[in-house]
């Protein structure tokens, strides 16, 4: 067994300035009057997927497109009867996005696998870092290049368009890609799929904590609800005998978020949407529609609690005299991230000397697409005051190096004998 | 003096069904693709204060129109020396309106006084019956008409504009009125303006009360709230680190209805708009805006009432973290009804023979602006419902005569000696 990853040996061979040089110049390449813009299947994105490209051979990683345009940086092992040992993220953005989104676990795979190749050699599982395609849904659907990969990207997906109509078959074929179905290889190679992400939220950093740990990509429930009340003057229309439709969802989203907090752990319950009709200052609305987000990674409590809330909904309705839609928008399962790459990366922050704890991603990733075919852990490491999808975004330095050194040291522990 | 109306020689005499007939007919000038539309200064509207100027003119009143359109039909008192006796309300409607809305101010007003002309001749104090223009705010703002005859309608008011850019100026001078300043003649003959109208609201029909004798048209304070929080990733930002406009929101309004309610009495309390920026499903709202309409009849109250709401507010706010601008929108301050003509009003159904009961008017009315120039003096009648502004608007002709026969029976007592 080879000697574990050193810290100050990989900021002495200069990867910290690389890494922090990589992000710079992939936050160039795109468009938007705030933040950074790339969106799948443009110019722009080629042009960054070349540069990942070029870098990734000049760290000796042999280097393919697929169908869909995820770039993959190779380093073949020594055993060709092991499985593969996969990495990385994704290279677009957001619109007015940041510049370490999914970037940071791109450049930051192309640098550890470098790392390993040139202080340890060939591995005996080859290497893969992966620059997927489309993860966020700026233009089509998101996960496009994780989903392809996971053979998971059917017909509606393929056929989804953007906001002038073109589909992304369209804006594939464009671009010299065919996303043929026959074409679909579901990669059954893969052993082990690790993602080093920014975290997007404020725990890591509040708790002082360099390394986050990711337990699971947390499962999600979304519903509109519409409350049907009746329309009255505001003026003529006693309280005591309206059936005030915004009053009684704003007594429904109160009592919701109790009983979400009620409940504990790492729930998280959101309405981000909410509008009344006719929306007058002085008329008692006769609609009041609005919408909820709930979050759990542990499937039976998020379902529980579902429920939960939808029975206090109709509870609260009922006793404010008004009827409510409850229609559900989107249901995502929890995905558990696995218990040994847990360990793994637990393992390997201690190795390198820093600090970690267990964190629920809120957010989705392209390792939940990745966990239909293989095993997955991430890293997360701490986003200046929470911020994420804005032009604000921001991870120092070191902080990004230290998510790499983990990541590097998970990688070798799992691809070197 | 003369011996008090009878209701059974109103019905008799086939004033109800003529009273109907009245509704009827001016039900069918206007348009509208749900309920009714006649606005101020239209083909149409010319068309219904030419019909109610004939009605006027075949009960005996002598009719004259004034600069802003108002139509006056009257019945010369024997005494000059004493003021007029006035009643009506306003022929215009809301869009997509009812039929009683205003009208039957108008036509029970030509009814009580043909029939008090013809069962009792000559009057003491000239009696005058009006019928505004312009009181719904549906073509330029209210109260034109009664604004006009009360000298308080301003450059302003002449000035405002239609959605097509007429403004009032423009639209009354191409139907051949003239708003110029110099004509402004503020009535100072008046004595009494007593106005019959349809209640708009719930309580006399839930009550099962024929006759309400407002005490006060209410008095109004709108205002516009908005929450400034903080944007967050709705999977990724734990509760307690979120600073929710949306959900700060719904606290501040629960917390402001629960403040009115605790106070009491005639209070109404709306907030009837609502809007939360970015307004995603995903995202924790960053902004979140309100209305707020607080009415009641008792200005110190209201004054109260206003001022915790908003202390209310900003404690609310302190607690969620987040901060608050507080916009006033619109004061209107409440309108005490004449003590003595609602003495006479309730006189006035005791001797008709119907209950009768206080009640707040929480609309705006004429008799506000004529508040300014004589006593005033409201009659409701039930809307079944309690609807208005729409076209179920409905008070069955039996309901509508009992407010006639009050309303008459009270210009009797007041014109004849």
Not at 151 to 165: T, V, Y
Not at 257 to 277: E, K, L, M, P, Y
Not at 398 to 404: E, N, P
């Amino acid at each position: 067994m080879n000697k574990s990853i050193d810290v100050p040996s990989i900021k002495s061979q200069g990867y910290e300035q690389l890494l922090s040089y990589y992000l710079e110049e992939l936050g160039k390449v795109g468009t938007s009057e705030v933040g950074l813009c790339r969106r799948p299947f443009t110019a722009d994105y080629e042009k960054a997927a070349q540069m990942v490209a070029t870098w990734m051979r000049e760290h000796g990683l042999e280097v393919r497109k697929d169908e869909v345009g995820n770039v993959i940086g190779r380093i073949e092992g020594t055993n060709s009867q092991v499985k593969v040992i996969a990495t990385g993220s994704h290279l677009d953005t957001v619109r007015g996005g940041g510049k370490y989104d999914g970037m940071l676990g791109v450049v930051g795979g192309v640098i550890a696998a470098g790392y390993l190749l040139k202080n340890y050699g060939q591995p005996e599982h080859s290497i893969e870092v992966i620059a997927f395609t489309g993860e966020e849904g700026s233009r089509f659907g998101g996960f496009l290049g994780s989903k392809w990969m996971a053979g998971a990207l059917g017909e509606k997906d393929i056929n989804s368009k953007d906001e002038k109509g073109i589909s992304v078959k369209e804006a594939a074929t464009a671009l010299g890609y065919n996303l043929s179905e026959e074409l679909i290889a579901v990669r059954k190679d893969i052993e082990a799929f690790l993602e080093l992400h920014i975290e997007q939220g404020p725990v890591l950093e509040a708790a002082g904590c360099p390394i986050g740990i990711v337990s699971a990509i947390t499962g999600m429930r979304q519903a509109e609800v519409i409350v049907h009340g009746r329309t009255d003057h505001a003026g003529t229309t006693p309280l005591n005998m309206r059936q005030d439709a915004l009053l009684s969802a704003v007594k429904i989203i109160k009592a919701l978020d109790a009983c979400v907090r009620q409940s504990g752990g790492d729930t998280v319950f959101t309405v981000g949407q909410i509008d009344a009709n006719p929306g007058s200052v002085n008329v008692v609305a006769e609609r009041c529609a609005f919408t909820i987000d709930l979050r759990d990674p542990d499937p039976s409590k998020l379902s529980g609690l579902y429920e939960k809330c939808l029975e206090e909904a109709r509870t609260q309705a009922a006793q404010a005299g008004v009827k409510i839609d409850w229609q559900e928008i989107l249901t995502v399962e929890p995905v558990p991230c696995s218990v040994r790459l847990r360990e793994t990366l637990a393992a390997a922050a201690k190795t390198v000397g820093l600090d970690c704890q267990p964190i629920v991603s809120g957010a989705g990733h392209d390792a939940l697409m990745m966990a239909e075919i293989a095993a997955v852990g991430m890293v997360f490491v701490p986003s200046a005051g929470g911020r994420s999808h804005c032009s604000e975004e921001y991870t120092p330095a070191d902080q990004c190096l230290a998510g790499v050194c983990v990541l590097a040291e998970a990688v070798r522990q799992l691809a070197y004998n």
